[in-house]
């Protein structure tokens, strides 16, 4: 019955888009609780509720223009079965592009994954919203730039991509006043190199980000920083064994001390402006390792991550009690090649840095148990 639907809703179709179009796609959500303590406080509120992990809608397809050229193209949009938690659902706002594809590589210009986010996830397995159940802190670099990428073909195991976005494309921002100022946020390159062979697997991603960050003299002046970003990945993926190590260096862009965010710099009658997409004030750096070990038992998929971040330097001086230790463990089931539930628990500890008067704000302990399920199709 469902296939002889799908065939009668087939033929209200052109001829040409039953040929092209590839309609796909993952349905995810689960239950999440945590709770929170502060050195020196008792809990506080437990969260809990229904997440969603990522779904998403996607319709792609290609069209061959003949002598090994291919005009390709995909449209991705997310979909929250759980609360949006700010991130509104909406048309193409996953990865959405228009390209051309050949044997010497593929050109594609649209909303695209940077290397991190585009397949640098490997160290991360998990299925999550709240970043204690996944390793949320050392993924936040992954980000989507409306840009132009190129993505080589692979030899002996080896490729590579590039990607770069025009400052005119950033989300958001006062242009005029972002120009009168100087603080606008500019073009961002990403470069991703990728091999791999009979299970062995390494990565590299770099970015860079023009004028991410704003570094504020005694004398009020505001002087722009360019923003970098290093990760490596390796491991091992094969014969029901699966290992995954990672290092990040990030410099004046997201970072996982939570001090460093939502903050503003004076710009006289004007108030106060964040600088360009990165809210970045303050010249910053930080360095954190990861680890990911498991291994299949039939359709049972058992893994254990742990995850550190160094004290971070501000404006070149390290701060102390602003590292950060993690810990997830739990297990996947897969009920078939589509489906998969998913249970574990996270442990996070992380540093609130100093006050004014050089005394420390404490740390904060993340208690989180999850449970969920996930349809690929």
Do not use: C
Request: cysteine-free.
């Amino acid at each position: 019955m469902k296939k002889t639907l799908i065939a009668l809703a087939l033929t209200t179709l052109p001829v040409a888009a039953m040929a092209e179009v590839i309609l796909y796609g993952q349905m995810k959500a689960g239950y999440e609780v945590s709770s929170t303590k502060t050195s020196g406080d008792s809990h506080g509120p437990y969260q809990n509720g229904i997440a969603d992990y990522g779904s998403r809608i996607g319709f792609k397809g290609s069209e061959d223009l003949g002598n090994g050229l291919k005009a390709i193209w995909q449209v991705e949009s997310a979909i929250h079965l759980g609360n949006s938690n700010g991130k509104a659902d909406g048309w193409a706002n996953r990865d959405s592009f228009i390209g051309l594809q050949t044997d010497f590589g593929t050109i594609r210009a649209g909303r695209i994954s940077n290397a991190m986010k585009a397949n640098m996830d490997v160290v991360d397995p998990w299925e999550y919203n709240n970043e204690v159940l996944g390793l949320g802190k050392f993924t936040r670099t992954g980000e989507r730039y409306v840009g132009i990428a190129y993505d080589s073909p692979e030899w002996a195991g080896f490729k590579f991509n590039a990607l770069y976005s025009p400052r005119d494309n950033v989300n958001g921002g006062n242009r005029n006043s972002e120009y009168d100022y100087g603080m606008g946020a500019g073009d961002k390159y990403s470069v991703g190199l990728n091999y791999h062979n009979a299970g062995y697997y390494a990565k590299y991603g770099f970015d860079y980000l023009k004028n991410s960050a704003a570094m504020i003299s005694e004398s009020g002046y505001t002087k722009l920083k360019d923003g970098q970003v290093h990760r490596l990945e390796g491991g091992y993926d094969a014969n029901n064994l699966f290992v995954g190590v990672g290092y990040q260096y990030s410099k004046n862009t997201s970072s996982y001390f939570r001090g460093l965010k939502g903050a503003s710099i004076s710009v006289g009658e004007q108030g106060t402006m964040n600088v360009g997409d990165h809210n970045v004030t303050w010249d910053n750096q930080g360095q954190e390792a990861a680890l990911t070990l498991g291994y299949h038992f039939n359709n049972i998929f058992p893994k254990i991550s742990y995850a550190h971040g160094w004290n971070v330097k501000i404006n070149g001086t390290k701060e102390q009690n602003t590292k950060y230790d993690q810990v997830v463990l739990g297990t996947d089931y897969d009920f078939s090649k589509h489906t998969t539930a998913n249970i574990q628990a996270g442990w996070l500890r992380e540093g609130n840095g100093h006050d004014e008067l050089n005394q420390s704000k404490g740390k904060n302990k993340t208690t989180a148990f999850g449970v969920g399920l996930k349809h690929s199709f």
